[in-house]
């Protein structure tokens, strides 16, 4: 997904904000998801089931600046029952020097009782069919 830094992604010295990437990393999962035909809405309404982030490992490697255009993707790197362990990279388009990088874990809960879920095996088998990191963008919804 391409995203543009804006001022108010920004502090004082024109960088990126920390928990900015965070937000931007959820939008991308959100958008992958979708264009795996998840629509968390719909999915919560109809069987109590959300994801949720499990664990979180994030690696800020260099910074990103006031109007830079970014590129942020996901990768599925291992699927379980309950739970994938995730990938996303945030770069500059054309450039393949990493800016930031993270490792998490999603899992599928019934929100109600915080209790695990099972993801629902044709949504993984659509994860891992798309095998390399996806790039969803807004025709993919």
């Given at each position: 997904?391409?995203?543009?830094?804006?001022?108010?992604?920004?502090?004082?010295?024109?960088?990126?904000?920390?928990?900015?990437?965070?937000?931007?990393?959820?939008?991308?999962?959100?958008?992958?998801?979708?264009?795996?035909?998840?629509?968390?809405?719909?999915?919560?309404?109809?069987?109590?089931?959300?994801?949720?982030?499990?664990?979180?490992?994030?690696?800020?490697?260099?910074?990103a600046r006031l109007d830079e255009e970014l590129l942020v993707d996901v990768r599925l790197l291992e699927a379980r029952r309950a739970s994938w362990t995730l990938a996303q990279r945030a770069f500059r388009?054309?450039?393949?020097?990493?800016?930031?990088?993270?490792?998490?874990?999603?899992?599928?809960?019934?929100?109600?009782?915080?209790?695990?879920?099972?993801?629902?095996?044709?949504?993984?088998?659509?994860?891992?069919?798309?095998?390399?990191?996806?790039?969803?963008?807004?025709?993919?919804?």
């Amino acid at each position: 997904m391409r995203m543009r830094v804006y001022y108010e992604d920004t502090d004082a010295g024109g960088i990126v904000y920390h928990a900015n990437w965070l937000r931007w990393f959820e939008r991308v999962r959100t958008d992958w998801l979708r264009a795996l035909g998840v629509v968390h809405s719909r999915m919560l309404a109809e069987t109590g089931v959300g994801f949720v982030v499990r664990d979180l490992s994030i690696d800020y490697r260099r910074p990103a600046r006031l109007d830079e255009e970014l590129l942020v993707d996901v990768r599925l790197l291992e699927a379980r029952r309950a739970s994938w362990t995730l990938a996303q990279r945030a770069f500059r388009p054309g450039d393949p020097e990493l800016l930031v990088g993270a490792r998490l874990r999603i899992a599928a809960v019934h929100l109600a009782s915080g209790r695990p879920a099972p993801i629902p095996r044709d949504l993984a088998e659509r994860a891992l069919a798309r095998g390399a990191p996806v790039h969803p963008g807004p025709n993919d919804a």
